[in-house]
């Protein structure tokens, strides 16, 4: 059966660097690597041509819900083609499960998606879930002001994102991860800069192969 890991951590935590690093350290074997779909978010524009992500962080009350369905169905395209492969390992950077836990949620507690809209995001999520295994989670967890600096630092289009919101992002992942039993959970400290401690790479893929039994 498919081992499905995910990556999990606040905007700018690093996600995506560590899922370029085990992408190399697990090279030529039979592990599949997602990493979250920007490219099919930013082709998806209004009628201006104004991606959706931007037009989400803009007006995440109008836009919310749309944005959240976007992501889910994205994500869960991704997951089932992979799936359909054959893989030993996939390897996510976030999931199903983060979408739902942190920022459907989140979204939801700041009232900017309405009630019916959050049964109906419920209803799609239960519908699919019990269809995929059981995630074996590493999370990459760093405070949010490292994440801010890091968020300025790369200057993404559509990514003007407040300390703030990463702060009350960072506490949804720190509500929902409390609670995942520690068997399938590895933390990583995020706030470790690699390029001024490049050794700290090796100690990470040497976690991660223990975590998931390849060491």
Not at 61 to 69: H, I, P, R, T, V
Not at 156 to 174: A, F, S, V, W
Request: a negative charge; proline letters at 3%.
């Amino acid at each position: 059966m498919t081992i499905l890991v995910t990556v999990q951590g606040n905007i700018g935590s690093g996600k995506s660097t560590l899922v370029e690093r085990l992408r190399k350290r697990f090279h030529g074997t039979n592990v599949c690597f997602l990493q979250e779909p920007l490219h099919i978010w930013n082709t998806i524009t209004d009628k201006d041509g104004t991606p959706m992500l931007t037009l989400y962080y803009g007006n995440q009350k109008k836009y919310a819900f749309s944005f959240q369905m976007m992501a889910y169905i994205s994500r869960l395209h991704m997951l089932k083609e992979a799936i359909s492969k054959g893989y030993d390992i996939i390897v996510s950077e976030r999931s199903l499960a983060t979408d739902k836990n942190v920022f459907a949620k989140m979204l939801y507690d700041d009232d900017k998606i309405e009630e019916v809209e959050y049964k109906i995001y419920l209803k799609w999520f239960d519908e699919f879930q019990k269809d995929f295994p059981k995630e074996h989670i590493i999370y990459m967890k760093t405070s949010p002001e490292v994440a801010h600096y890091r968020v300025n630092k790369r200057a993404r289009e559509g990514e003007d994102i407040p300390l703030e919101y990463l702060k009350n992002c960072h506490q949804y992942h720190e509500d929902w991860l409390n609670t995942n039993p520690m068997e399938r959970l590895l933390i990583i400290e995020g706030d470790v800069d690699t390029d001024k401690n490049p050794e700290m790479i090796d100690v990470w893929n040497k976690n991660v192969g223990n975590f998931l039994g390849l060491n």
